[in-house]
């Protein structure tokens, strides 16, 4: 019989609302306590999903009875401190996207995860997603050829606030962090590091990019073409081209979503999925999947993967001017 995972939840915020809903359309997770700053929020998110156990404090959460693993949402300042907390308590962790604020907190997290040999994985759903899945497996079997370039957007529009989390460069605002690090994901993904990276950012009155562009080039000729924006909606779509045809994956991509497989001189073949959750039950079950069979990191996720992403997150951000205080410049 299947075992069934206690989970835990650090930050209840938005995110960590479909998460939870998530997890109970799976039959081997339960969402067992959340912790907030606030005791009365995290008292109430605990009764709204049916967790025994709510805490006012996050580190009151290690000492949880019964807990396997903890989903971290919290604002992206505190996603270092948070897991580190978690992983020298021995608790496996999932880490919600940006990772760290740079890479030298990353670096930390991961050497926290091997010094207490437990697990730790970064929370990019869609690199879980069935859409996701497919473009790699259409890749990998040759449908469309040497992939020459990835073309990826991420936009909508916020309303300005200075104090709110997209905006406020305390809380680690900006576009890049929040969403362009999607489409940095799939030409990672898909392409791996590029050898040269050009970058353009709009810099709003916050001191954070509102807008921002990037090229990616390859010493073998693959380029990448990546754009996020906080201030205007974009078609939130991706194509990744190669010798022979195209892989479409329609708006919003980051989401599970439908593709389409272009070929030259052919109609374009079409994938649909179906799904019944927010999507972040893909992510939830590899975790379990991985914690199943004793791994300490997810291969189809790897720690130098997120290590790698976050790197070329700091070149880009060293290209537009971006610091944040956790840089320490």
């Avoid at 179906?274 to 997810?298: F, I, P, W």
Wanted: charged residues 20%; aromatic residues 10%.
């Amino acid at each position: 019989m299947a075992r069934t995972y206690n989970w835990g939840i650090i930050g209840p915020g938005r995110i960590a609302h479909k998460f939870a809903q998530d997890l109970d359309k799976l039959p081997n997770a339960r969402l067992h306590a959340v912790a907030s700053r606030s005791e009365e929020r995290a008292k109430a998110f605990a009764l709204q999903y049916g967790a025994p156990h709510a805490y006012g404090a996050y580190e009151e959460i290690t000492l949880c009875p019964d807990l396997d693993v903890v989903y971290i949402a919290t604002p992206h300042p505190g996603h270092h401190d948070n897991t580190i907390m978690c992983l020298k308590a021995g608790i496996p962790v999932l880490c919600e996207k940006p990772f760290a604020m740079n890479s030298r907190q990353v670096q930390e997290m991961v050497d926290a995860a091997h010094a207490g040999d437990t697990f730790l994985m970064e929370a990019i759903w869609t690199r879980f997603t069935p859409s996701t899945t497919k473009a790699l497996e259409l890749i990998g079997h040759g449908m469309i050829g040497d992939v020459l370039s990835v073309k990826a957007d991420f936009g909508f529009r916020a309303p300005f606030d200075p104090r709110g989390r997209l905006f406020d460069k305390a809380l680690g605002g900006g576009s890049l962090l929040d969403i362009g690090i999607y489409p940095v994901f799939l030409a990672l993904l898909v392409m791996g590091k590029p050898a040269d990276i050009q970058a353009l950012a709009h810099i709003g009155p916050t001191g954070v990019d509102e807008e921002l562009g990037v090229l990616f080039k390859y010493n073998n000729g693959q380029m990448a073409h990546l754009h996020s924006s906080i201030r205007s909606y974009t078609k939130t779509e991706a194509f990744i081209y190669g010798e022979r045809g195209t892989i479409h994956l329609h708006t919003r991509w980051h989401e599970p979503t439908t593709l389409s497989l272009i070929l030259e001189d052919r109609r374009p073949r079409d994938y649909r999925f179906d799904y019944h959750t927010n999507g972040y039950s893909y992510e939830a079950e590899e975790v379990m999947h991985c914690l199943d069979h004793g791994l300490k990191e997810s291969p189809l996720l790897p720690l130098s993967f997120s290590k790698g992403l976050m790197e070329v997150l700091d070149a880009i951000r060293e290209k537009v001017g971006l610091i944040y205080v956790e840089d320490g410049r």
